[in-house]
C-alpha cells in the first residue's frame, strides 16, 4: 500500500542567557562538572525560583520572528517525575498557557513552497547532566540544572523527512538570526524529537505515531526518520500494528532503541506552580520585541534578490546563514559590486571553510580584504585567475591582497612599453603566424595573447595586450 | 508563664539603656530550656555556645549600632522547617535528620539583622504536617499548661516554647492553622500573616501556595514586633509582595469604638464545645462594652473547606516532597540494588506514615482522569471560599471565630484516626485558601486549659488583628 508520512517536531533550543532561567547561576557549556550551582537549581529545601526576565524576552521575540500570538498572561506548571537528573522531582516548564500561542514557519523543499504550523512555544528548564560511563557509579552535574529552554512544537504537517528537514534548518536560521541559541546540536543546544507516523494516502485520520529521540545531527534525524518511516511500513504491510511508544536513535548503529511504550508512559501530574505568579508580558514588551527584531532570513532573501538582483538561489545560500549573509553585505560596503561579490563568497570563500572544514569566524580575510582583492581585480592590478591564488595565501597566510600579490608577483604587467616589447619578441618568433594574422586569421589573437602572458608569466594584462595588437596592425 | 514581664520593645529599651544586657537574657533563657525542654521537648535542638557567643558580641557593640535593632539581644526559637546556616534543619523527619542548609532563611536573615539571637530550633509535625506534633520523629511536645496534653501543631515546638517562658517569641510557619492552633492550645499569640506579607524563602515547603511564616509571642504587641521585622521585601522569593508591615504604635489605642465584628453563624455551629464557644462570646460581650459592635455575617461555601484544603494541601505537597529522594542530601537507604529500590527504600523508611498518607492522597488528586475532578474542582471552590470573605468584610471590619473545636486534646487521643485530627482544622483552613491573615489571642480557660480567639482580616490589615488582639488582651487582664 501506499503510504503517507505525517512527522511533528519539538525543537529545544537552549537560550543564550547568562543566568539559569530561576536562579542567577551561570548558564554556560563546558564549565568543570558541578561548578555552576546554588540552592535553587539544586533543588535545596526551601528554595525559590524567581524568573530570568531576559529569558522571556528571548522567548517573545522568538515567537514573533514565527507569526505566534503573544499571550499576555502564561502560567508554569509543575511537570512530575522522578529521576536522578531532576534535583527537585518536577521540572518547571508551562503547559495549558504557554508563552506563546499558534505561528508558522514557511518551508521550501524542491522549490514547494509551504507552511508548517507552530502549536506553540513554551519556556522550561532544563535537567542536570548524568555521566554514566564510570567503573561503578553513574555521576550528577549540576551545571545544566535550570539553564533556560525555549520549545518550539510544531503541528503535524510534515510530509517526509526532507520537509521535516526544511523545517529544523528554518527554525535553527531564525534562531541564530535572533542571537538567541548558538544551535549546536552537538553539545545540546539545539535538541529535536520527532513524531512520526504512517497513514494509506488519501486517509485523513493519522496513524498511530512512535517518538524518536536523541537525533543531534541533521543527518541523523534524516537517517532517524527514514529508517522509522521504512520500519512502520514494513510493519503495517504484513498486517501489523504500531505500538505508540518512544524511540532512542542510535546512530552507531543506525537503528531506533525502544526506550519506553505508553503502558509505561509517566504520568506528569501537572499542575500551576505555586512557587511563581502567572506570567504577564505586558503589550509594551511585545511592541519593544518586535520593533527590536532583526530582518528574519526568508525577507532578507527577498530584499537580496531585489536590491542586488541576485539569483534566488543565490540569495538562499548568502542568507542561510546569517554570518555570511552579514559578510556579504559588509563586503559589499568595500566594493559594490553585488554580483561579484557573491560570486566570490560561494565560490571561494565557502570553498576554503568546507576545505578547511572552518567557521566564518576562522576565516582572516575580512570582508575588507576581499573587497579589496575585488577592486584590484577590477582595475587590472591582478588577474581574476591569478586572485584565486592571492586568497588562499591571504587566508593561509592572514595578509593584506596587496601584500600578497607582491609576494607571489602576481601583479599584472599594465604598462604598455614593457607589454609592447614582449609582443615585438613574440611576433619575431613566430613569422608564419604573423602572415596568416595578416591574412586575415583573426582566430591568432588568441594565440598571440597566450605566448604574451606565457613571456610574462601571467601578469600582462589581456586587454593591454589585445589592444596593443590592432594598433600595431592597425 | 511569660519569659518577659514587659513587651520586647520595652526589654531591648532596657538593653539599650545599660540596665541588662543580652548576655543575661539569653543565658536566662538557655537555663530555663536546659531545666525545661527534658520534659516538653519543645526543642529538637539548643545552640548554646552560639547564642551565647552571639549575645556577648551584641553586648559589645557601640550604643548607635544597637539602637537601629528592634529585637536587640532577644532570644528567639526558630520552627525546625526554616532553614539556619550551618544548624541542622530536620522538619521533624528521619529523611532531613542529617540536613544541614548551607544558607539562611530570609526571615532568619532579618532577625539576624534586626539583632536577634537564636538559641534552638523548635519541635513540629514532620514537615509541619499534623495538628498535634505527634508527627515527629523525634518525639511529641507536651503543653506546658497541662503535660498530658498535646501543644497543638504543627508548630507545637514553638507555642510550647513561648508558652513555657523559653523564649519570648518564636517563629511558627501556618500552612491550615499551624500557628494559631498551637498558639491557642498554649496560651500564647500566634499571627498567620496575609499570604505573600512574609518571605518564604528558605521555609521547607509543605504546601507552597498556602504556607506563610509568622510569629509566636506572649504579647500581642510583640506579635506586631516581630511582623515588622518578618516582612522585609525579599526579591528571592516572587510570591513575597513588596508589602512591609509598619507597626504603628496607633494600633494599640484600645480605641475599639465602631468596630464591626462579624459573627459567622457557620461558625459557631454544630460541633463547637461550650468551653471554647462561652469563653469567645464573653469576650465579645466585653468588646461590645468598649464599643465594638458584632454584625451578622454568612460564609456559605466554609463547609467545603476541609475537603477543599486537604485536596489542595496534599497535592502541592506530593510535588514539594518529590526531592527527598535520596540522590542529592538527607537519608539516603542502600540496602536496594536499583535505582527504583533507592528510591523506594528511601522514601519508605525516611518519611513518617502521615506524610506519606498525604503524598498519596496529593498524588492521586493530580493523576490525569482525576485530576479535573479533585485538583481543578478545589481550586474553583477555594475561590469562592474567598470571594465569600470578600462579601463578609465589605459588612465587618473582622471576623470573630473559635481556633479549634476544644481545647487541647489529650496525647494519643486522636492519633488512630487521621479524619478526626483533620476535622480539627475546621476553623483556620479557610484564612489560609483564602490567602487573609489570622490571629489566635488568649481569651480565657477551661478547666484550666487555654482557649483561644481567632480574629480574621481582609487582605494586608493585619492592623485591624493587632487592634482587636490587643484590645482583647487587655480587656481580659483587667477582667
Known amino acids: ?474 | 508563664m511569660r519569659f518577659l514581664s514587659d513587651t520586647i520593645s520595652e526589654t531591648v529599651r532596657n538593653i539599650h539603656s545599660g540596665e541588662i544586657t543580652s548576655t543575661s537574657i539569653v543565658k536566662r533563657s538557655l537555663d530555663t530550656i536546659a531545666r525545661g525542654n527534658e520534659n516538653l521537648n519543645a526543642f529538637l535542638s539548643v545552640q548554646s555556645d552560639h547564642a551565647l557567643k552571639r549575645a556577648s558580641e551584641l553586648d559589645g557593640l557601640p550604643a548607635d549600632q544597637k539602637k537601629s535593632m528592634p529585637l536587640f539581644g532577644i532570644p528567639v526559637a526558630i520552627k525546625d522547617n526554616i532553614c539556619t546556616k550551618g544548624v541542622p534543619t530536620t522538619c521533624a523527619s528521619h529523611m532531613l535528620s542529617n540536613f544541614v542548609p548551607p544558607y539562611d532563611a530570609s526571615v532568619v536573615e532579618f532577625l539576624l539583622n534586626a539583632g536577634a539571637v537564636p538559641v534552638g530550633k523548635t519541635n513540629l509535625d514532620e514537615f509541619a504536617m499534623g495538628s498535634s506534633t505527634e508527627n515527629s520523629r523525634f518525639g511529641i511536645t507536651r503543653n506546658p499548661v497541662d503535660p498530658s496534653k498535646i501543644p497543638g501543631g504543627s508548630s507545637g515546638g514553638s507555642a510550647a516554647a513561648v508558652g513555657a517562658g523559653f523564649v519570648p517569641a518564636a517563629l511558627g510557619s501556618d500552612t491550615g492553622g499551624s500557628i494559631r492552633q498551637p498558639a491557642s492550645h498554649c496560651g500564647v499569640v500566634g499571627l498567620k500573616p496575609t499570604y505573600g506579607r512574609v518571605s518564604r524563602y528558605g521555609l521547607v515547603a509543605f504546601a507552597s501556595s498556602l504556607d506563610q511564616i509568622g510569629p509566636i509571642t506572649s504579647d500581642v504587641r510583640d506579635a506586631g514586633l516581630l511582623l515588622e521585622v518578618l516582612s522585609q521585601v525579599d526579591s528571592r522569593d516572587s510570591t513575597c509582595a513588596r508589602k512591609p508591615f509598619s507597626n504603628n504604635q496607633d494600633i494599640y489605642s484600645l480605641d475599639t469604638r465602631g468596630l464591626r465584628i462579624g459573627l459567622p453563624a457557620e461558625y459557631f455551629g454544630e460541633g463547637l464545645s461550650d468551653d471554647v464557644r462561652l469563653p469567645i462570646m464573653n469576650l465579645l460581650d466585653m468588646l461590645k462594652e468598649r464599643g465594638a459592635q458584632a454584625v451578622p455575617v454568612s460564609l456559605p461555601n466554609l463547609r467545603f473547606a476541609i475537603a477543599t484544603y486537604y485536596i489542595i494541601c496534599t497535592a502541592e505537597a506530593s510535588s514539594n516532597l518529590a526531592r527527598y529522594d535520596g540522590v542529592k542530601y538527607g537519608f539516603r537507604d542502600t540496602r536496594g540494588k536499583t535505582l527504583t529500590d533507592m528510591y523506594s527504600l528511601t522514601r519508605q523508611n525516611g518519611l513518617g506514615d502521615e506524610v506519606k498518607r498525604r503524598i498519596m492522597l496529593g498524588t492521586y488528586v493530580l493523576s490525569s482522569g482525576y485530576y479535573d475532578a479533585y485538583y481543578l474542582k478545589a481550586a474553583k471552590v477555594r475561590t469562592l471560599i474567598a470571594q465569600d470573605f470578600n462579601a463578609a468584610f465589605e459588612k465587618c471590619d473582622v471576623i470573630i471565630s473559635p481556633v479549634s473545636t476544644t481545647p487541647a486534646f489529650s496525647i494519643g487521643e486522636k492519633t488512630e484516626d487521621p479524619l478526626q485530627m483533620y476535622l480539627t482544622d475546621i476553623y483556620t483552613v479557610s484564612a489560609n485558601l483564602a490567602g487573609i491573615p489570622g490571629i489566635s489571642v488568649p481569651c480565657g480557660t477551661a478547666g484550666g486549659l487555654p482557649v483561644g480567639v481567632q480574629f480574621i482580616s481582609s487582605h494586608w490589615r493585619e492592623d485591624l488583628l493587632l487592634k482587636v488582639g490587643y484590645a482583647s488582651q487587655v480587656a481580659l487582664e483587667n477582667r
Request: hydrophobic fraction near 40%; charge should be negative; charged fraction near 25%.
Open chain 1, 1 to 474: 500500500m501506499e503510504y503517507e508520512i505525517v512527522i511533528g517536531l519539538e525543537i529545544h533550543a537552549q537560550l543564550l542567557t547568562k543566568t539559569k532561567l530561576f536562579c542567577g547561576c551561570a548558564s554556560k557549556f563546558g564549565d568543570p562538572p558541578n561548578t555552576n550551582g546554588c540552592p535553587v537549581c539544586l533543588g535545596l529545601p526551601g528554595a525559590l525560583p524567581v524568573l530570568s526576565g531576559l529569558a522571556v524576552e528571548m522567548a517573545v521575540r522568538m515567537g514573533l520572528a514565527v507569526g505566534c500570538s503573544i499571550n499576555n498572561k502564561s502560567v508554569f506548571a509543575r511537570k512530575n517525575y522522578f529521576y536522578p537528573d531532576l534535583p527537585k522531582g518536577y521540572q518547571i516548564s508551562q503547559y495549558e498557557l504557554p508563552v506563546c500561542g499558534p505561528g508558522f514557519l514557511v518551508i521550501n523543499v524542491g522549490g514547494v513552497e509551504k507552511k508548517v504550523g507552530i502549536t506553540r512555544i513554551h519556556l522550561e528548564e532544563d535537567a542536570g547532566k548524568l555521566v554514566h560511563d564510570q567503573d561503578v557509579d553513574s555521576l550528577f552535574d549540576v551545571n545544566r540544572c535550570g539553564t533556560p529552554l525555549i520549545e518550539i512544537v510544531s503541528d503535524p504537517d510534515m510530509r517526509s523527512p526532507q520537509e521535516a528537514l526544511a523545517y529544523l534548518a528554518g527554525i535553527k536560521q531564525i534562531l541564530e538570526y535572533l542571537k538567541i541559541c548558538d544551535c549546536n546540536m552537538e553539545e545540546g543546544s539545539l535538541r529535536c524529537d520527532a513524531n512520526i507516523s504512517l497513514r494509506p494516502k488519501g486517509q485523513e485520520t493519522y496513524g498511530t505515531k512512535t517518538e524518536i529521540k536523541n537525533m543531534n545531527s541533521f543527518r541523523f534525524m534524516e537517517k532517524a526518520l527514514e529508517y522509522e518511516a521504512r520500519r512502520q511500513e514494513e510493519v503495517l504491510d504484513s498486517g501489523g500494528k504500531i505500538i505508540q511508544q518512544t524511540y532512542l536513535w542510535d546512530p552507531s548503529n543506525n537503528k531506533a532503541l525502544p526506550m519506553r511504550s505508553k503502558e509505561d508512559a509517566h504520568d506528569y501530574r501537572y499542575f500551576p506552580e505555586p512557587d511563581l505568579l502567572p506570567l504577564t508580558v505586558e503589550q509594551a514588551l511585545i511592541e519593544k520585541a518586535r520593533a527590536s527584531l532583526p530582518e528574519l532570513p526568508q525577507v532578507r532573501k527577498s530584499r537580496f534578490i531585489n536590491e542586488f538582483v541576485l539569483p534566488d538561489t543565490t540569495a538562499d545560500v548568502l542568507t542561510s546563514d546569517r554570518h555570511i549573509a552579514d559578510f556579504f553585505e559588509a563586503t559589499l560596503n568595500f566594493f559594490n559590486d553585488a554580483r561579484q561579490v557573491a560570486n566570490w563568497i560561494m565560490g571561494d570563500i565557502l570553498r576554503i571553510m568546507n576545505e578547511q572544514k572552518i567557521t566564518l569566524d576562522a576565516i582572516t580575510v575580512t570582508p575588507a580584504r576581499l573587497g579589496k582583492l575585488l577592486s584590484l581585480i577590477s582595475d587590472g592590478t591582478v588577474s581574476a585567475k591569478a586572485a584565486k591564488k592571492v586568497l588562499d595565501t591571504m587566508q593561509s597566510e592572514n595578509k593584506e591582497p596587496d601584500t600578497v600579490i607582491d609576494q607571489l608577483g602576481l601583479r599584472q604587467v599594465s604598462d604598455t612599453g614593457a607589454l609592447e616589447i614582449a609582443l615585438r619578441k613574440v611576433l619575431d618568433e613566430h613569422p608564419a603566424e604573423v602572415e596568416r594574422f595578416r591574412g586575415g586569421d583573426k582566430k591568432l589573437t588568441g594565440f598571440f595573447v597566450g605566448q604574451v602572458m606565457k613571456l610574462t608569466k601571467g601578469t600582462g594584462n589581456p586587454k593591454e595586450i589585445n589592444t596593443l595588437l590592432q594598433k600595431l596592425f592597425g
